[in-house]
């Protein structure tokens, strides 16, 4: 298993142009998330999902979109990229067997927004 | 709306002492779960130690053991015999099952010393 797979890994944008973080999980989880990570702020939920074709937003979702067409996959795009989205993003997912929502984490996309 | 604090931002301790990193939380949920990430320097979120609110029994995984104070809403990690490679950033999270959303604390850069 791959586990949970992000790309790309680094990324500079310039403002206003939009792009989509790939995420992908090969193990069949209900649930998956985006988040943004910043320094002195923890990690902040942008938007879930707890199935395919269900979305939902969370504390820091806009400037994002995300769909969720499989199970595999939960892409998140930027819409008109802005310097307040320079950010470390993670994707997780997780499932409610007897891990009890664990979340297992991709290795983070660096982004960049000059 | 459910909160995280992690009230100690650094924390150093000697190769093979104990420390505790501290957790409190506010929710008025009766289920939820806990949890505690480790993020060391190559950024990979891992997962510590997991604590479900119905159970009273503290959680321990090998070296890490959990202090869960369930009326106080106090959720410490102790980690003994502490080693070079605990040295990351932890963070403390909260989970409701009834809604997926997770809140994560804004993390405790610890050091362990040689």
């Known amino acids: 298993n791959a586990g949970v797979t992000q790309t790309p890994k680094f990324q500079v944008l310039k403002t206003g142009q939009s792009m989509t973080l790939q995420c992908a999980q090969d193990?069949?989880?209900?649930?998956m998330s985006w988040y943004r990570q910043d320094p002195g702020m923890g990690l902040r939920l942008i938007h879930y999902s707890v199935g395919a074709g269900i979305t939902d937003q969370g504390e820091v979702p806009n400037g994002y979109n995300v769909s969720r067409s499989t199970t595999e996959d939960f892409p998140l795009r930027l819409l008109s990229a802005a310097p307040s989205q320079t950010s470390v993003y993670f994707c997780a997912s997780s499932y409610t067997g007897d891990r009890g929502y664990e979340q297992y984490f991709g290795p983070g996309t660096r982004l960049t927004v000059t | 709306a459910q909160t995280v604090t992690q009230s100690q931002p650094e924390m150093s301790v000697q190769e093979a002492e104990t420390v505790t990193l501290s957790c409190t939380y506010d929710?008025?949920?009766?289920?939820?779960?806990l949890f505690w990430y480790k993020q060391p320097p190559s950024r990979q979120m891992i997962l510590v130690i997991r604590q479900e609110a119905y159970k009273q029994q503290n959680a321990t995984e090998n070296r890490f053991s959990v202090n869960f104070q369930k009326a106080a809403k106090s959720f410490s990690l102790k980690i003994s015999d502490s080693q070079l490679g605990d040295t990351a950033m932890y963070f403390c999270a909260f989970m409701n099952p009834g809604t997926y959303k997770y809140i994560f604390g804004t993390g405790t850069r610890l050091k362990v010393l040689a």
């Open positions: 929710t008025s949920e009766s289920n939820y779960y």
């Open positions: 193990m069949n989880h209900e649930y």
